[in-house]
């Protein structure tokens, strides 16, 4: 089955996509997320799960295990406060939209604030850009998860 990233961030046209999101309410199964959201060669990729960030970009190398690189990795905790329920589905759910909603709320001034300056840093650099003129949306149906 071919990997669909949970949020996307498209450009001015849909077809452009400028950001890619795996959220993973457990950090179990990150390092195969790694390794998927590398090989979906998006400009940059975010790995999050309810304690860490992970950032990466492509650097557009010819190898891609030399083009896609970590540029950054946060303790998110704090930020992100996700309390899960012990009901798998429904934490995994409920955390893509609690990442969703993060992400919509950093192209503002007020979501920026919330943030330590490392990581304000790093998301202005990496992932402001993409939100500033992208749309935030659902990677895959979510109606096939059900609560």
Avoid at 17 to 34: G, N, Y
Wanted: proline fraction near 5%.
């Amino acid at each position: 089955m071919a990997f669909e990233p949970d949020i996307v961030v498209t450009g001015p046209e849909p077809s452009e996509i400028a950001l890619v999101v795996e959220v993973k309410s457990s950090s179990r199964t990150i390092d195969d997320s790694e390794r998927q959201l590398k090989n979906y060669r998006a400009a940059v990729g975010l790995l999050v799960t309810p304690d860490r960030l992970r950032i990466y970009r492509d650097r557009y190398l010819p190898s891609l295990e030399d083009s896609i690189t970590k540029v950054g990795e946060f303790d998110v905790k704090d930020i992100l406060r996700f309390d899960a329920t012990g009901n798998a589905t429904a934490d995994a759910l409920a955390f893509e939209l609690h990442v969703q909603s993060w992400l919509e709320e950093l192209s503002t001034e007020s979501g920026l604030r919330q943030l330590s300056p490392e990581i304000k840093r790093a998301a202005e650099r990496y992932i402001v850009p993409s939100l500033a003129h992208g749309s935030v949306r659902s990677g895959h149906p979510r109606s096939a998860i059900s609560l």
